[in-house]
């Protein structure tokens, strides 16, 4: 476990980048804290993979600093190299090594030896669950199993902070869900991640914040349910009822704060501009007047809603 830090372990301070003409990153500020896991989320040429590549000291901003761990990228990116494994969305792999001769070849990069390295190579390989064929050629994997060996990569040297872009690209189901275990496994143990992928359910379940940025601009940022209330404070609400199905909308019509009501059979659906406490007034209320009531349901907004709703889809 990494003790806290007493400062973000991930900070982007208005940093800028650009290519001519294009604003790739523009003016794009966020934190990461120790233990965090944070969904980077945008549309493809957005900007995420520049941002990801100056955190990984790859590239140099025009303007801005982008910190790990409190070192900057500009001013000491030996000291970010020690504190960050980066797993691009494409990486090369030696096909004549096995899985453990390519980890040992990184570990040996970040001058692991005797002990140390047996020791980082054993919990690498067993993390990723690559133990079992650590001898057989990188050549021979699947693609889920060439992801874990990317991961095990990228947290060979036991880095406080990892960069992932992409992670889940191409995986299938079961691929999927072991990756997203490993990530919240990785961030209980103390470690801040930074992921981006176009996978928003699976973002939606792993992640502790996420930041949608748009044409190299940082729209907003916050968990999922923070994001939505500022957004769009009303719930969304559907009730299954015995019977008298017209009565009842007819009685939500006269209700506070309710709106767009639609009866489908015995299901009434509407919209409520209140909280949870307010939720459980209207429901008991509704039993007081004499409705029969076999389920309520605010219905949560996804990731992805909050996505459509933010973005306009354009591109530069």
Known sequence: MIAPANHPMIQLRRLHRFFGATKAVNDVSFEVEAGQVFGYIGPNGAGKTTSMRILATLELPDYGDALVDGFSVINDPDRVRRRLGFMPDNFGTYPNMNCVEYLDFFARSYGLVGRERTKRLRHTLAFTGLDKIAEKSIRGLSKGMRQRLCLGRAMIHDPAVLILDEPANGLDPRARIELRCMIRELAANGKSL?????????????????????????????????????????????????????????????????????????????????????????????????????????????????????TTGAVQ
């Open 194 to 310: 930074l992921v981006s992928s176009h996978i928003l359910t699976e973002l939606g379940e792993m992640c502790d914040t996420i930041g949608i940025i748009e044409r190299g601009q940082l729209l907003v940022t916050g968990s999922v349910a923070e994001i939505q209330s500022r957004l769009k404070p009303h719930v969304d609400v559907a009730v299954h009822v015995v019977e008298r199905a017209g009565a009842f909308a007819i009685w939500l019509d006269d209700q506070t704060d309710v709106s767009k009501i639609k009866t489908s059979d015995l299901v009434v659906r509407f919209q409520f501009l209140a909280g949870q406490r307010e939720q459980a007034e209207l429901l008991a209320g509704a039993v007081r007047a004499g409705f029969l009531i076999s389920e309520f349901r605010a219905e949560s907004h996804t990731l992805e809603d909050v996505f459509l709703q933010i």
